[in-house]
């Protein structure tokens, strides 16, 4: 069946850091693939996604690239702020239109 | 703008006793989900709807019962609660076609079971 893994978490970096955040999946076919975030105490929303192989999805200094080759979908981001401390889930979409979850990473980033 | 409205946020119940979640959206939104989120894991889908009248199982539905009578609501009931219940319930809401996969999530609803 479909499947998404992501790294364990707590990811503690200090600011201004590279962030690598990775994710491989299991799938029937080429998914639509997407990154969630969620913020203490909120709901999760849709930080970026790529619908097909090579397409990188990319917003507010995050990005994640396709690819179909090692079937994964890593999250990146040059230099990350306090602000981005949350949890980050990588997910994909079935062909019945559900999203399926990985675990989730935690991010903490220090001043 | 409301979005994704869950009711309510902090819940406290008896073992054996029953309950149903709210959740309303007003995006006119065909697909709405109930999701629950243990410590330290992933979503697992419950329940989804891909309109009025039509409900689906997920991966984790039993001991819960959804409806879909309105485009706007999906409660969420659960019956003769246990302690394995014991998380938090996220209610969300798509739009099929052009571009699927955006789902909007409620701020959640934690339960606890005792």
């Known amino acids: 069946g479909n499947s998404v893994t992501q790294m364990e978490g707590p990811v503690t970096l200090s600011e201004e850091a590279f962030l690598t955040i990775n994710c491989t999946y299991t799938a029937t076919g080429y998914p639509s693939l997407f990154w969630y975030v969620q913020y203490p105490g909120e709901g999760l929303q849709l930080l970026l996604k790529a619908t097909k192989a090579d397409d990188k999805g990319s917003n507010k200094g995050f990005e994640a690239t396709y690819r179909k080759e090692t079937t994964s979908f890593h999250l990146e981001k040059g230099s990350v702020q306090v602000s981005d401390s949350a949890v980050y889930f990588c997910?994909?979409?079935?062909?019945?239109?559900?999203?399926?979850f990985g675990s989730g990473t935690r991010l903490l980033v220090r001043p | 703008n409301a979005g994704v409205t869950q009711t309510p946020k902090f819940r406290i119940l008896k073992i054996g006793q029953s309950m149903t979640l709210q959740c309303t959206q007003d995006m006119n939104h065909n697909y709405m989900y109930w999701y629950r989120q243990d410590p330290g894991m992933g979503l697992k889908l419950i329940y989804y709807?891909?309109?009025?009248?039509?409900?689906d199982k997920g991966e984790v539905p039993n001991g819960y019962n959804v409806s879909r009578s309105t485009t706007e609501d999906f409660p969420l009931r659960l019956e003769l609660a246990a302690p394995s219940q014991t998380s938090v319930y996220f209610c969300a809401s798509s739009i099929s076609g052009p571009s699927p996969g955006e789902l909007f999530f409620g701020e959640g609803s934690r339960l606890t079971v005792l």
């Open positions: 997910a994909l979409m079935d062909s019945s239109y559900k999203l399926i």
């Open positions: 709807s891909v309109g009025a009248g039509i409900t």
